[in-house]
Every structure is written in C-alpha cells, then in structure tokens.
C-alpha cells in the first residue's frame, strides 16, 4: 500500500437495532421544593443578619482596648464605628437577590423585607431588663443602620420593577 491507499473499511456486523433508551423525566415538584427551601432559608438568614446587625450597631473605636483587657467588645469608649450599615447593605442585597432567584418571583422580596424591618422596629422600640433600648436615636449608627437597610430593600424591589418580565421557554414536547 502507498501512502494514498488505505485499508478498506471492515464490514458492519449486522445486529439488533438500538433500542431508544428512555431517560427518566425529572420529578416536577422539584420547582416547588426548591421555592419553598429557598423562602424558609432566607427567613434564617434574615434574621440572623438582623441580629446581627442590631450588635454591630454598638461597636466603638475603644472596643479593641476592652478586648485586649479581656471585657466585652460593646463596652469599649470612643466614637462609633459603622460597620453595621455596611454588613446591612451587603446583607440585604443578598438576601434579596437569593429570594428572588431561588422562588422566581419577584414578590418574594417582601418576605425578608417584611422580616427585616419588623424586626429592626421591634429592637428599636423595646427595652432591655436594665431599661436600656436596643436601638436608641442617640446612636447615630443604629439609626443610619435602618435607613439603609429599609433603601437596600427598596432600590432592589424598584429595580425589579423596571426590568421587563422574562418569558420561560420550555423545550417542545417530543412525541
């Protein structure tokens, strides 16, 4: 054989013909189980975040000195530091962009929304057995916690609503 020749082709061995193998359809409850686990964990992260949040709004600058003479990071002197406002923002963007990614909808929003601020009202209404508030309008930080937590929630919901609605396109069916 030369360069140009090739070896022919062995024959086909006759056989049965491939049977289409049928693939199992995925359950179509899983939408549903994933909406649901998706509501119930940012109702967790809600309010963990949230609670968070109402501690991070007592930190002051003096707090790593009464840590390192072994007290609590909250009874440090010194002006406030506004870490609360930031893990807010960071917080609530998240969770926003969970809920409506994991349920689809974009009502969804409300919930932790809803969640959230309920909470912050309470804390920032109540008081502790000493008869301190939680949240006081003296601490500059716990107010600004608030506002931008509640205008985290907002300008996320206005965006949503200025985004046209996206159309699902499921595969035709094969028959």
């Given at each position: 054989?030369?360069?140009?020749?090739?070896?022919?082709?062995?024959?086909?061995?006759?056989?049965?013909?491939?049977?289409?193998?049928e693939r199992?359809?995925?359950?179509?409850?899983?939408?549903?189980?994933?909406?649901?686990?998706?509501?119930?964990?940012?109702?967790?992260?809600?309010?963990?975040?949230?609670?968070?949040?109402?501690?991070?709004?007592?930190?002051?600058?003096?707090?790593?000195?009464?840590?390192?003479?072994?007290?609590?990071?909250?009874?440090?002197?010194?002006?406030?530091?506004?870490?609360?406002?930031?893990?807010?923002?960071?917080?609530?963007?998240?969770?926003?962009?969970?809920?409506?990614?994991?349920?689809?909808?974009?009502?969804?929003?409300?919930?932790?929304?809803?969640?959230?601020?309920?909470?912050?009202?309470?804390?920032?209404?109540?008081?502790?057995?000493?008869?301190?508030?939680?949240?006081?309008?003296?601490?500059?930080?716990?107010?600004?916690?608030?506002?931008?937590?509640?205008?985290?929630?907002?300008?996320?919901?206005?965006?949503?609503?200025?985004r046209p609605?996206?159309?699902?396109r499921l595969?035709?069916?094969?028959?």
């Open positions: 054989m030369t360069e140009l020749e090739t070896a022919p082709e062995p024959e086909a061995t006759p056989g049965p013909p491939y049977a289409e193998v199992p359809q995925p359950w179509a409850g899983w939408g549903r189980v994933i909406s649901i686990a998706g509501l119930v964990v940012t109702v967790v992260a809600t309010l963990l975040t949230a609670f968070l949040e109402l501690s991070l709004s007592s930190l002051r600058t003096g707090a790593v000195g009464a840590v390192l003479d072994g007290d609590s990071p909250y009874s440090g002197a010194g002006s406030a530091v506004p870490v609360a406002v930031l893990v807010a923002i960071g917080a609530n963007l998240a969770l926003g962009w969970f809920v409506v990614t994991t349920t689809g909808r974009r009502a969804a929003l409300g919930l932790p929304w809803a969640l959230w601020t309920l909470v912050m009202l309470m804390a920032a209404g109540s008081r502790t057995p000493e008869g301190d508030f939680l949240l006081s309008e003296e601490n500059w930080v716990s107010v600004v916690t608030i506002l931008a937590g509640s205008l985290t929630f907002a300008v996320h919901a206005y965006k949503l609503i200025l609605p996206t159309v699902s595969p035709a069916a094969v028959e």
